[in-house]
Structures are given as C-alpha cells and as structure tokens.
C-alpha cells in the first residue's frame, strides 16, 4: 500500500462487533477474562488497549516500521529510548535540538551518570571521532530545531552500527510523509505526535517505532512499566489527524515554500532558514533524504528583540504560540519560548539569538499569510 492509503487503513478494520467503520474509542481501564490465563488479548488498559493498539500499527506502517508504541507524549517516548541506557552510558547527540530534550539529557539524564556530549552541525566522520567507548546512543534531530539543519541519517547510521550503537531519529519535523529514517538505517524513530501527526493542535502525545523484535519487546516492557501511555480519546483522535497526514504535509510545505520565497526577498528579513531554498547549506542532502522540505520556516529579523515583539503582537493570522506540526500557521520566538531551558551563551553561539523567529506553516490560503506577515513586518 502506498502512504495515503496507509494513513487512512493501516491497522485500522471495521468493528467485528458492529461493523463500524472508525475505530472505537475503547474507553475502559480493565478487561473481563474468561479462565485462569485465558482473555482475548487485553489484560489491563496501561498494558494494552485496541484504540491505542490500532494507533501503533498505523504509525509503524507509515514510517516502515514492523512494530509501533504510542506514548502519552514526545517526551514520555524520549524517556522510553533513554531507559535502555544504564549509568555510565555516554550518549552522543546533534546539538541543534529540541529545547525538551536537552533539558532531559543535562537535568534528568545527568542526575542518572548518563553523559551526553553534542556534535555541532557535523558530518558522520565528526561523529565517529566524538565516540567514546561508552557511547551506546547516538541522538538525531532532522531537519534541527529552530535552524534547519541536516543531519546525514544514512552515513551515521552506518557509523553507529559499524560500533553497535543503537541510532534514534527524531521525525518530528518532517512527518514520515517526508522522511522515513528506518529505511535509511536508524534503529528506532521518534515522534511528538502532538505536532504533523495528530496535526489539530488538540493532543498531547509521542510514538515510536522500530523494525527489530528484541528491542520492540525492550520498548514495551518500559512502556507497561513506567505508565506513560495515551488515553483511548487521544489515541482515537490521533488516528483521526493520521488521516488526512498527506493531505495536509503536501498543503503546508507548497506554504512554506511561498512564505519561504516571501521572507527572502524582503528588506527587514535578514536571513531565511529553510530547506527547500537552494542557497540552504543542506539543500543537497535535503533533497536526497526527504521526499519534501516540510513546513517549517525559520528568519532572522533585522533589529532587535524590541522589533520582534513588535511583529508577533501585530500577526493576525499567525498565532503567537509554542508548538508546530497544526493546521493553522503559528509563529515562534525560540530563545524566549522553546528553546529558553538552554542557556543563552549556549544558545547565541549556536546561531540561536534573541532576533529568531520560527514559523509553522498551516493550510491556509497562501495568499492571507503573505498578507498578515507583510502587514507585521511593515
Ligand atoms: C514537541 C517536540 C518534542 C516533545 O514532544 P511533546 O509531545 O511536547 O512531549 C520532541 N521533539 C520535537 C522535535 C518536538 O518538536
């Protein structure tokens, strides 16, 4: 099957009860069994519920995978691939990252002896020298969050298995209609499907997904016994967003190829970040390892943080808000919003400064979000 069918059927059958067509919401915490060790299935609703299982199946068919997990959000699945590390582990990382998730690695994960060091937007060859022999993760984001870089997934992941080291790639960003990792080599894939997948901006939740048994049986194990799994209603409604994800992915990168081209040639703009413009660094990886440039637009205003503030209170279609990946176009100020748990040092030399903004392209009418950043730019 191909991708928008998958989306719409994979792991998805009509009730055999009733026959409805939509997956019920199997809202119950328990289940009734039969006979000493004999049910259907289900024992206990954190172990395992039919809403969220056809959830995973249909996560897992898009991305390639064999076997998915749902989460109760993007970093409850973080926390589920960091639990396969023990102390003393080292764990390598691209450094342009989700705000969350450094937070996790240098205040949770730190407290537990797990070290993590970070390569600057580097090629597999930086990778491998900054192994150590403790290394038992290597982490990517890609594109990276808020600057748009490329990661090479393909030549890491030939890097990190020539080591034994697991690779995880977090796909929130391109959606696996743009981007399937496991294809290129990586060992789990990750998503905040709170963002492109759910696509509504009406859940909070996280997935992952992998092609090896043993490490699915792993995943599992820590999904059941650490509890941080989705209720039936957001599973259901995720399932919901799923169905339209090529629809709308095709819709919000044709946006922000036009908002894109918009920013570039405007005079208060002083740099454009995005994947899609031939003059991005990474153009040529971008179009080798996705599909599409995805919908996500960074820009450097000319001014200052005053400017800034002046331009996202005057946004009328574009919300000022956190968060990515919905329906409708939101703009973001990284170092005060999500990215503000780095510390500025940290974050100004990473290109990260106080006249970034961010933006998530929704399906709008193009037209209207020329208009509204023209008008706040103005
Ligand atoms: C939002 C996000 C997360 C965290 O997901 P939540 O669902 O908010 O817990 C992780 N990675 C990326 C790239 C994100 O955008």
Redesign the pocket.
């Known amino acids: 099957m191909k991708f928008a069918t998958k989306a719409i059927h994979a792991g998805q059958h009509p009730d055999p009860a009733t026959g409805a067509i939509m997956t019920p919401i199997f809202q119950t915490s328990t289940y009734a069994q039969s006979g000493v060790g004999e049910h259907k299935g289900f024992e206990y609703a954190r172990t395992g519920n039919p809403t969220r299982s056809a959830l995973e199946d249909c996560i897992a068919a898009l991305e390639n995978g064999s076997y998915g997990l749902a989460f109760a959000?993007?970093?409850?699945a973080?926390q589920a691939v960091l639990s396969q590390l023990s102390a003393g582990d080292h764990l390598l990382s691209c450094d342009d990252l989700?705000g969350?998730?450094y937070r996790m690695f240098e205040s949770v994960m730190r407290r537990y002896n797990v070290e993590t060091s970070y390569v600057i937007a580097g090629s597999s060859a930086d990778y491998e020298r900054a192994l150590r022999p403790n290394t038992k993760l290597i982490w990517l984001?890609t594109p990276t969050?808020p600057l748009l870089r490329l990661v090479d997934i393909r030549a890491i992941a030939e890097v990190a298995h020539r080591y034994h080291i697991l690779l995880v790639v977090?796909n929130?960003?391109s959606s696996p209609y743009f981007q399937r990792p496991l294809d290129l080599g990586a060992d789990i894939v990750?998503h905040?499907?709170?963002?492109y997948i759910n696509g509504h901006s009406d859940v909070?939740?996280?997935a992952l997904v992998m092609k090896d048994e043993q490490l699915y049986q792993a995943l599992k194990f820590y999904q059941n016994a650490a509890g941080g799994v989705p209720g039936p209603f957001d599973a259901w409604l995720t399932l919901r967003g799923i169905k339209t994800l090529a629809l709308r992915m095709r819709q919000h990168e044709e946006n922000a190829r036009i908002v894109a081209r918009f920013l570039l040639e405007h005079l208060r703009v002083e740099k454009v970040y995005y994947p899609g413009l031939p003059s991005h660094p990474d153009h040529e990886l971008a179009k080798r390892q996705m599909s599409g440039f995805g919908g996500m637009v960074s820009f450097q205003l000319k001014g200052t943080l005053s400017d800034v503030d002046t331009l996202v209170r005057r946004c009328k279609v574009f919300t000022f808000a956190e968060?990515?990946g919905g329906v409708e176009s939101l703009v973001c100020h990284p170092a005060s919003m999500?990215h503000s748990s780095i510390p500025q040092n940290i974050r100004e030399a990473r290109g990260l400064t106080d006249t970034l903004l961010r933006l998530s392209i929704g399906i709008e009418d193009s037209e209207d979000l020329l208009l509204d950043l023209e008008q706040a730019l103005g």
């Open positions: 959000s993007g970093m409850a973080e989700y969350g998730t984001e969050n977090d929130t960003f990750l905040s499907t709170t963002k909070i939740g996280g968060s990515l999500t």
